[in-house]
């Protein structure tokens, strides 16, 4: 049965999710000179945070091929990837921190690279679905077009991948469905966030993974995934390649990162051009000036849907402020508060053009491993993450993410919780002063506020930046 027909078989609501997750009103008070946590140094963190972006996400990837790590190439160490890095270490009679070594480090990824590269592991643009899948071309080699999408077997036939796109569910729907008892069926893990789903389990053929992500394509809303399937035999090998190619599974993306070959699934395949995307969030300081944080020049530069340019921008920490015409709102009286560990809200322009759209994701400040090193931010925040507004748990404002300065891994369409460097409200100020913008300081409340009156009092002032790609 192919996994169109499986997936329109198996797909009743669930409740859908929300953009902003509302927090608790409870009123804390704040103590004068209350005392400071001693926090036990991680030198294996510190050491893992210390790599450039590139390098800590090469390591995960790596660490996936040697099938130590199961979770999302987004170069933030989690428990997942310590687990990983000590299993790996055991093997190799060193330890953890001793991987992270430069000479070390190469060569682990040196050696994933040829195991990816005996594979022929590479993206492929699905014509049929829209989307774009990773695979292990060496593995899959015969291929067939479904209805929706395509198809790719084993020469034993032992193994499938299909992928598909649906205009008829949506995500909740067909989350019940794939998750519905059936006779030699097991669902062993499923998981339904607002714009992706994933269930994993057995039945009678073997182990099973499929996923799918919601998004619109010619301006109407669709479901595109995939399905992978296969015999227990073939558990050994085929656990590490579903990672990877969930990993590499981009349903809604346009294109592949530079310098990656993409191999055409469909006849008559046209090499996306340029396209418009969301490039950051935008802070309204007047009805002509704008602060964001750009790692990178903006190409047209678009501010709500209105031409935009940038004026200065500081090159340690990408603050930007721009020049704009049409701005409503102003981001009145910030009560800027210096950074502390704790949970805090990150407010984030999910849409451009000229109407507002504003998410809110909760998140979680991370010291700096380092004296005088750079705070960052544990949140989910999706497209627009330059210039991101994050607040503390009063409506303070603590500071702005930092754009980063590769585009973001996605898994499913959707970029995970990641660790984003962010500049303080000091730091923001100052770099506004200096460019003559003066903000008047409002006034720190020790009440605790929801996420709800957070984005209330703040999502008008925010708006996205987009730039010709």
């Given at each position: 049965m192919n996994s169109i027909a499986f997936t329109r078989r198996l797909a009743g609501p669930l409740f859908a999710g929300c953009s902003i997750l509302l927090a608790g009103g409870s009123v804390t008070p704040v103590r004068a000179q209350a005392p400071v946590a001693i926090i036990a140094p991680d030198p294996l963190r510190e050491a893992f945070d210390a790599l450039p972006d590139a390098e800590r996400r090469a390591l995960q990837d790596a660490l996936v091929w040697t099938g130590d790590y199961k979770g999302s190439i987004d170069g933030v160490l989690g428990r997942g990837g310590v687990a990983a890095l000590s299993a790996?270490?055991?093997?190799?009679?060193?330890?953890?921190?001793?991987?992270?070594?430069d000479a070390t480090r190469k060569q682990l990824v040196s050696q994933a690279q040829k195991l990816k590269t005996a594979a022929r592991f590479a993206p492929i643009q699905d014509v049929r679905s829209g989307a774009t899948i990773a695979l292990p071309n060496a593995i899959f080699t015969r291929k067939s077009n479904t209805p929706n999408g395509a198809r790719w077997t084993n020469a034993a036939g032992s193994a499938s991948v299909e992928t598909f796109r649906d205009a008829d569910f949506e995500l909740p729907a067909l989350y019940e469905r794939l998750r519905a008892p059936a006779p030699g069926r097991k669902v062993t893990y499923s998981i339904l966030r607002p714009e992706f789903l994933v269930v994993t389990g057995e039945d009678q053929g073997g182990p099973f993974y499929i996923r799918a992500a919601r998004g619109e394509a010619d301006g109407k809303p669709l479901i595109r995934g995939y399905s992978l399937l296969y015999a227990r035999t073939l558990q050994t090998s085929f656990d590490v390649f579903s990672i990877a190619i969930s990993n590499g599974f981009q349903p809604f993306a346009a294109a592949a990162a530079p310098g990656t070959a993409i191999l055409s699934a469909g006849a008559g395949a046209v090499a996306p051009g340029p396209r418009r995307v969301i490039e950051a969030t935008a802070i309204a300081l007047t009805p002509t000036r704008a602060l964001t944080a750009l790692a990178r020049d903006c190409p047209d530069m678009r501010v709500a849907n209105m031409p935009g340019k940038i004026i200065r921008r500081d090159e340690a920490t990408g603050l930007t402020l721009i020049e704009t015409?049409?701005?409503?709102?102003?981001?009145a009286r910030p009560s800027a508060r210096a950074p502390g560990e704790g949970d805090v809200f990150v407010l984030f322009s999910a849409q451009a053009g000229p109407r507002a759209s504003v998410s809110l994701a909760p998140g979680r400040t991370m010291a700096p491993g380092a004296p005088?090193?750079?705070w960052r931010v544990s949140a989910a925040v999706q497209d627009g993450?330059?210039?991101?507004?994050?607040?503390?748990?009063?409506g303070s404002w603590m500071g702005l993410l930092a754009q980063p300065t590769q585009e973001p891994r996605r898994i499913a369409g959707v970029i995970p919780q990641a660790a984003w460097r962010m500049a303080s409200a000091e730091t923001a100020l100052a770099f506004l002063a200096a460019s003559g913008v003066m903000l008047e300081a409002g006034m720190i409340t020790t009440v605790e506020k929801t996420a709800g009156e957070v984005a209330g009092a703040n999502a008008g002032a925010l708006v996205a930046v987009s730039c010709q790609r």
């Amino acid at each position: 049965m192919n996994s169109i027909a499986f997936t329109r078989r198996l797909a009743g609501p669930l409740f859908a999710g929300c953009s902003i997750l509302l927090a608790g009103g409870s009123v804390t008070p704040v103590r004068a000179q209350a005392p400071v946590a001693i926090i036990a140094p991680d030198p294996l963190r510190e050491a893992f945070d210390a790599l450039p972006d590139a390098e800590r996400r090469a390591l995960q990837d790596a660490l996936v091929w040697t099938g130590d790590y199961k979770g999302s190439i987004d170069g933030v160490l989690g428990r997942g990837g310590v687990a990983a890095l000590s299993a790996f270490a055991k093997r190799a009679r060193t330890t953890p921190e001793a991987l992270l070594a430069d000479a070390t480090r190469k060569q682990l990824v040196s050696q994933a690279q040829k195991l990816k590269t005996a594979a022929r592991f590479a993206p492929i643009q699905d014509v049929r679905s829209g989307a774009t899948i990773a695979l292990p071309n060496a593995i899959f080699t015969r291929k067939s077009n479904t209805p929706n999408g395509a198809r790719w077997t084993n020469a034993a036939g032992s193994a499938s991948v299909e992928t598909f796109r649906d205009a008829d569910f949506e995500l909740p729907a067909l989350y019940e469905r794939l998750r519905a008892p059936a006779p030699g069926r097991k669902v062993t893990y499923s998981i339904l966030r607002p714009e992706f789903l994933v269930v994993t389990g057995e039945d009678q053929g073997g182990p099973f993974y499929i996923r799918a992500a919601r998004g619109e394509a010619d301006g109407k809303p669709l479901i595109r995934g995939y399905s992978l399937l296969y015999a227990r035999t073939l558990q050994t090998s085929f656990d590490v390649f579903s990672i990877a190619i969930s990993n590499g599974f981009q349903p809604f993306a346009a294109a592949a990162a530079p310098g990656t070959a993409i191999l055409s699934a469909g006849a008559g395949a046209v090499a996306p051009g340029p396209r418009r995307v969301i490039e950051a969030t935008a802070i309204a300081l007047t009805p002509t000036r704008a602060l964001t944080a750009l790692a990178r020049d903006c190409p047209d530069m678009r501010v709500a849907n209105m031409p935009g340019k940038i004026i200065r921008r500081d090159e340690a920490t990408g603050l930007t402020l721009i020049e704009t015409q049409g701005l409503r709102a102003a981001f009145a009286r910030p009560s800027a508060r210096a950074p502390g560990e704790g949970d805090v809200f990150v407010l984030f322009s999910a849409q451009a053009g000229p109407r507002a759209s504003v998410s809110l994701a909760p998140g979680r400040t991370m010291a700096p491993g380092a004296p005088n090193g750079v705070w960052r931010v544990s949140a989910a925040v999706q497209d627009g993450v330059g210039g991101a507004v994050v607040f503390d748990r009063s409506g303070s404002w603590m500071g702005l993410l930092a754009q980063p300065t590769q585009e973001p891994r996605r898994i499913a369409g959707v970029i995970p919780q990641a660790a984003w460097r962010m500049a303080s409200a000091e730091t923001a100020l100052a770099f506004l002063a200096a460019s003559g913008v003066m903000l008047e300081a409002g006034m720190i409340t020790t009440v605790e506020k929801t996420a709800g009156e957070v984005a209330g009092a703040n999502a008008g002032a925010l708006v996205a930046v987009s730039c010709q790609r």
